[in-house]
């Protein structure tokens, strides 16, 4: 939702709450940082190729911390020495990986994975300066929220 003046973002911001979107739910804003944030890595595996999960599943249980159900996985590639996988990894994984030198064991190995650089400095840039991003959060229960929409406030310029 885009909204042209700070009168219609108050006005959406003072409404979202009162609305249902089916009984037992409620709308709330949130925070930007509510969404979940994923980095892109490259992962490099000693050994044959395998479906993803038969990697990530060692690196859960022998690396504490390390959750690999966010993970996805963007381009795989057999290489001679073993598999390369490019990955979309959540910001919590990045932190265990650190402690981990990037090196998180995998059976008696180690992977290896290293972050992918940046956009460059020209690709990295809004094209609308000065936006305000707002979350929309649905909640069912106490213990499940899902994040629903992105508001969308534009100053005039």
């Given at each position: 939702?885009?909204?042209?003046?700070?009168?219609?973002?108050?006005?959406?911001?003072?409404?979202?709450?009162?609305?249902?979107?089916?009984?037992?739910?409620?709308?709330?804003?949130?925070?930007?940082?509510?969404?979940?944030?994923?980095?892109?890595?490259?992962?490099?595996?000693?050994?044959?190729?395998?479906?993803?999960?038969?990697?990530?599943?060692?690196?859960?249980?022998?690396?504490?911390?390390?959750?690999?159900?966010?993970?996805?996985?963007?381009?795989?590639?057999?290489?001679?020495?073993g598999?390369?996988?490019?990955l979309?990894?959540?910001?919590?994984?990045?932190?265990?990986?650190?402690?981990?030198?990037?090196?998180?064991?995998?059976?008696?190995?180690?992977?290896?994975?290293?972050?992918?650089?940046?956009?460059?400095?020209?690709?990295?840039?809004?094209?609308?300066?000065?936006?305000?991003?707002?979350?929309?959060?649905?909640s069912?229960?106490?213990?499940?929220?899902?994040?629903?929409?992105?508001?969308?406030?534009?100053?005039?310029?």
């Amino acid at each position: 939702m885009v909204c042209h003046d700070e009168v219609t973002k108050d006005y959406l911001a003072s409404g979202v709450p009162t609305l249902v979107a089916f009984e037992g739910s409620r709308l709330n804003l949130v925070g930007l940082d509510a969404l979940p944030t994923y980095k892109r890595v490259v992962a490099s595996f000693p050994g044959p190729a395998m479906d993803a999960e038969r990697y990530f599943l060692p690196l859960r249980r022998l690396n504490q911390g390390l959750d690999t159900r966010h993970w996805r996985v963007y381009e795989p590639r057999e290489e001679s020495n073993g598999v390369r996988l490019v990955l979309r990894i959540d910001a919590a994984s990045v932190s265990v990986l650190e402690r981990f030198r990037w090196r998180p064991f995998i059976g008696v190995g180690q992977a290896t994975i290293s972050l992918l650089c940046a956009k460059p400095e020209g690709r990295n840039k809004s094209r609308r300066p000065n936006r305000l991003w707002v979350v929309l959060s649905l909640s069912f229960t106490p213990i499940c929220n899902i994040t629903l929409l992105l508001l969308e406030y534009l100053p005039e310029q």
